[in-house]
């Protein structure tokens, strides 16, 4: 008998071990009951071919007819394409890149496909089908037991291990398995009524209907939710056992010359973030913060009063920016907005003044040397800097908080290299311009308490976004330039966006593909700059920029356009994030299809940033209806950062919602949808926080305990691999 730590070889023997290791690195019997069906072929629904509607989702029986791989015109890959008939009529199979399906679909041989129809070049066709080719004379003893059932589980397969072997494996597993203890508590489980875990595993292998199977599933789903939501409760409960500094904010400091000089009052959501941090900071405990905000909401000030009450204790901040252009201009606007208050230790300066630098990684000798020793001493209340800021060379008096800006950009790993250079452990404060839907920010960040700004300061104007389609109206791109024109007409500035900095480069080339336009006719900056500044925009200042730009030059553009000396600047995406420049009203954003929907979205975040409307304009070659011109059309029908995050969101790949620095996590997360199970997160969090509430070490549950402590070990095993 087996348990599911069992080694598989024990159970279906060394060669056969071997290559589902190799294939899914799958090693324990566990291991290999969670390798969950895709999908269940039902016996007795068949449908006929010559009946076929597009769009249906089908299962047939048919005879391979014939096989080709052709492979893409002009790009890399292959199609291979299958024709198979019942009788009825023909049906063509399509594979991306999959010849080695040949070896499965022989001619001559059977098989039960399934799919959703679409019709291509009016012929009907399922992209991709699951499949299961009937066992011939070679597998007697598949026919024997993979299909004797009338629900025939589909699984993930490679040409070595096909489905119907796996499913044979399952069967020897399941037979075998002895009983299997079950981590989730009793009272959870009966309160959602699900079946045990060894159920839950055995039904959905071997269903008995395909209402049990989904039941088994819903489980299984909930439980890892359950599993990732206790694990985040509990090292938000070790967070707060952590002891540090409290900064409480003081009387006649500088958080007050501060408040007293600003020239506008802040928004009720500002007060009420602000609040909720001050009382964080005032605690013996690190603080542990998302702050999400729209683009625009004033996050800056709301980091600003932290890093402020930070100095009033006596510590220092630390603010981390993703680029070098929005680490300069934090500096900018924060040396700004604090006017005297930024010069500390000069003749006369007022005695709550602190002082502000900058460390990056491009800066001079001198300047560096001057920045880390203003850091070291602990005179530069304030530190801003890229991820220069988290070389070996930098040291602090007494690091107090660390602010993250536009967190997507930063690791874990990062955040963690900074703390390092803390005394005692910080107060961390995570800024994120790119609102993520709730049970993301509960997957993702769910050992943070999140703070939300969804109000935009008043007196903001709104920004009004046109899809401008070439193809359909070549003149509006004219338009779109007398548009830039009359806005400097009227001293105003504008941006020009575009997906490249150069033409040519083909390392896009699999992205070209899935957009279906060709790289050769995607805009960029150092052909379109030239062009404009020659004819539609002739006579207006235009000036570029993009990545590949000194530092220096990155900068003094910035400068440039900063203080109204240039009109156009046409740029990439390093103008993405954070970029604040209020007297820009207008930006056209060429190829807008190249870009996701929440970087449509921060990108016309930078104009409508003063006391003038906002224009926004997404040109593209892309035709009405399709998924493309769908997203576009969604920019510039709201300005809901949130709904876009999820429309956003929805279109990715889950590992890509969870990010690249969640990769240990995402191992565990087989059946989990962050968007799609919003419900089962919420209840499954729910239950943690009350479970662990009556069992803070789980002493009460040393199963769940067990369970735990090893997914804890494989996601700091994977977070290490990672060098
Ligand atoms: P984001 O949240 O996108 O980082 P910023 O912090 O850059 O936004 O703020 C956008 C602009 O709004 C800045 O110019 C800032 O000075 C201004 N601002 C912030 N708070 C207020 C307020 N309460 N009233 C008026 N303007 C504000
Ligand atoms: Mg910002």
């Known amino acids: 008998m087996a348990d599911l730590d069992s080694k598989l070889s024990s159970v279906v023997g060394d060669r056969t071990a071997k290559v589902l290791t190799d294939a899914f690195a799958i090693r324990t019997v566990g291991d290999l009951m969670r390798h969950y069906p895709r999908r269940y072929l039902v016996r007795g629904e068949l449908s006929d071919i010559s009946t076929l509607v597009e769009g249906d989702e089908v299962t047939i029986l048919a005879e391979v007819l014939s096989s080709t791989n052709r492979p893409l015109r002009g790009r890399k890959g292959s199609i291979f394409e299958v024709v198979v008939t019942d009788g009825t009529d023909k049906l063509s199979l399509t594979f991306f890149n999959q010849a080695w399906r040949e070896k499965e679909l022989k001619v001559g041989r059977q098989g039960l496909f399934a799919g959703k129809v679409g019709i291509f070049n009016n012929k009907k066709q399922l992209s991709h089908p699951d499949y299961e080719m009937i066992p011939d004379g070679d597998d007697v003893d598949a026919a024997a037991s993979s299909f004797a059932g009338k629900y025939l589980p589909v699984y993930p397969a490679t040409a070595k291990m096909p489905s119907w072997k796996i499913s044979q494996c399952v069967e020897m597993a399941v037979d075998s398995l002895d009983e299997v203890a079950d981590y989730l508590p009793e009272s959870i489980r009966t309160a959602h009524a699900y079946p045990t875990l060894q159920q839950a595993l055995v039904q959905l292998h071997r269903p008995a209907d395909l209402e049990t199977a989904e039941i088994a ?50 928004t009720g959501g500002q007060r009420h973030v602000c609040a909720e941090i001050e009382g964080d900071l005032a605690q013996a405990h690190p603080m542990h913060r998302l702050l999400q905000g729209e683009v625009g909401s004033g996050k800056t000030i709301v980091a600003l009063r932290a890093m402020l009450a930070v100095v009033d204790s006596g510590g220092q901040a630390a603010l981390l920016a993703p680029t070098e252009v929005l680490a300069a201009q934090h500096l900018r606007t924060i040396e700004k907005l604090l006017g005297p208050l930024a010069q500390g230790g000069m003749l006369g300066s007022d005695e709550k003044a602190t002082q502000v630098t900058l460390i990056t990684g491009s800066q001079n000798a001198a300047a560096r040397k001057a920045a880390l020793a203003l850091a070291a001493s602990g005179d530069a209340g304030i530190v801003i800097g890229t991820h220069a800021l988290l070389g070996e060379k930098v040291e602090f008096k007494d690091l107090g908080l660390i602010v993250v800006d536009e967190q997507h950009r930063f690791g874990v790993e990062q955040r963690d290299a900074l703390k390092e250079k803390a005394q005692k452990p910080p107060h961390l404060l995570v800024m994120t311009a790119t609102p993520i839907p709730r049970t993301v920010a509960m997957t993702v960040f769910g050992d943070l308490d999140v703070s939300t700004l969804r109000e935009l300061p008043l007196g903001r104007q709104p920004i009004t976004t046109h899809v401008i389609a070439v193809m359909e109206k070549p003149t509006f791109l004219e338009r779109a330039w007398a548009r830039i024109r009359e806005e400097v007409g009227q001293g105003h500035q504008a941006y020009v966006v575009a997906p490249r900095i150069a033409a040519g480069n083909d390392e896009n080339a699999d992205i070209d593909f899935l957009f279906g336009s ?206």
Request: contains cysteine; glycine residues 6%; charged residues 25%.
């Open 217 to 266: 599933r819903e489980r299984l789903t909930f439980d890892e939710a359950f599993l990732l939501q206790s694990l985040l409760v509990l090292r938000r409960n070790a967070l707060k056992k952590l002891n540090t500094l409290s900064r409480k904010v003081i009387e006649g400091g500088i958080l007050q010359a501060f408040d007293e000089s600003l020239p506008f009052e802040l």
């Open 518 to 723: 060709e790289s050769s006719d995607i805009a960029s900056v150092e052909e379109l700059a030239p062009r404009l500044h020659g004819t539609d925009l002739a006579g207006l200042k235009v000036a570029m920029l993009h990545g590949r730009l000194s530092s220096e030059q990155k900068e003094s553009t910035m400068q440039a356009f900063a203080a109204g000396e240039i009109d156009v600047l046409v740029s990439t995406t390093v103008i993405e994030v954070g970029v604040d420049v209020a007297n820009a009203t207008v930006m056209v954003i060429m190829d807008a299809d190249r870009f996701g929907v929440s970087q449509l979205h921060q990108l016309r975040g930078r104009v409508g940033r003063g006391s003038s409307p906002g224009l926004c304009l997404l040109v593209t070659n892309s035709l009405a209806q399709t998924p493309a011109r769908v997203r576009l059309d969604a920019v510039a029908a709201t300005l809901d950062g949130f709904e876009l995050s999820r429309i956003d969101l929805e279109q990715r790949r889950e590992g890509d919602v969870l990010g690249a620095s969640q990769s240990g996590t995402q191992s565990h997360l087989r059946l989990l949808r962050v968007l799609r199970d919003e419900e089962l997160i919420e209840s499954a969090r729910k239950d943690a926080q009350e479970l662990i509430a009556t069992s803070l070490d789980l002493t009460s549950y040393p199963e769940l305990k067990a369970e735990l402590n090893a997914m804890a070990r494989d996601i700091a095993v994977d977070y290490l691999d990672k060098g």
